[in-house]
């Protein structure tokens, strides 16, 4: 962890710890807000494969979304999803390769991330933000998907129709709600006193318990083609957190374990490029 990152987390930690002391719920309201905010959005230029997309700009919840199309003439569509601190830059090899197999490409940054409008970004929202390219994009045949990206698909999946012969890659998605929450806690040494009050909020702002919010939950809904890509090293997602689905045996699921790659590394990893793309383009 970078020294900027470490300094950023004490402060807040103690910020939210002293509120705590006047107000529980208070405090939970803006550990919510800490939560949900990316605390890095790095500004970078994008490669050269998003000089030839179409460039498009929609609105969701009054804020502006950016993103491209490529091959805007193709019916094979994919959609490719980025996880929490990143962007759909971050995914331009598999972006260059899908495109040169004349599919399709999607690729959007989600509220509060990327070139997007927004400071904050809650897991309904990305749903959300799936639901309104799906209506003007879609539908989509194939999906690619990381970390938050992943969960957010799965519960936009569940409840739209699609078919069983769409196809899903999943990279290190993050799989449960409530270890992302834990560690969250741990991380800033929040106050467990905030937990209870934290909890009720998130109820009340997406009609769930937190638990709800699982992929392991999601994942029987989901009729489509599934590759689940994950490591025994991810502290971000852990491997542990996929076990459930993994003894459930279902039969449109494929797992591939690495050991080594992390929670970021696997996406970039040429090797699980050229698998997803195989797996997403063989007919």
């Known amino acids: 962890m970078k020294v900027k990152q470490k300094v950023l987390m004490k402060y807040l930690s103690a910020r939210l710890n002293i509120l705590a002391l006047i107000s529980k719920e208070k405090a939970a309201e803006k550990a ?22 179409r460039r498009q700009v929609l609105e969701l919840n009054e804020k502006k979304i950016k993103g491209y199309q490529w091959n805007p003439e193709s019916e094979k569509k994919v959609l490719i999803l980025h996880g929490f601190e ?28 990327g070139k997007s409008d927004g400071k904050t970004i809650i897991l309904p929202e990305y749903v959300e933000m799936i639901e309104l390219l799906h209506q003007k994009f879609g539908p989509f045949q194939y999906y690619m998907a990381h970390s938050f990206g992943g969960i957010a698909l799965t519960h936009f999946l569940e409840k739209t129709p699609h078919l069983p012969t769409d196809k899903i890659a999943l990279i290190a998605p993050a799989t449960e709600t409530l270890t992302a929450i834990n560690l969250y806690f741990k991380a800033f040494n929040l106050n467990e006193e905030i937990r209870p009050a934290f909890f009720k909020l998130i109820q009340e702002k997406t009609g769930h318990p937190a638990e709800y919010f699982s992929i392991n939950r999601a994942i029987e809904n ?10 025994k090293q991810d502290y971000i997602t852990p491997l542990a957190d996929i076990k459930k689905t993994i003894e459930k045996k279902l039969p449109n699921i494929e797992f591939s374990i690495s050991n080594g790659l992390g929670h970021n590394r696997i996406y970039r990893e040429e090797t699980i490029v050229q698998d997803v793309i195989e797996f997403l383009t063989k007919e």
């Open 32 to 53: 919510i807000e800490f939560f949900s905010t990316p605390k890095f959005k790095k500004k970078k230029d994008n490669p050269p494969v998003f000089e030839q997309g």
């Open 222 to 231: 989901i009729q489509a083609k599934v590759k689940w890509y994950h490591d």
């Open 86 to 113: 990143s962007n759909s830059r971050n995914f331009f090899r598999y972006i260059e390769e899908l495109i040169k197999r004349n599919f399709q490409v999607v690729a959007f940054d989600a509220p509060a991330h």
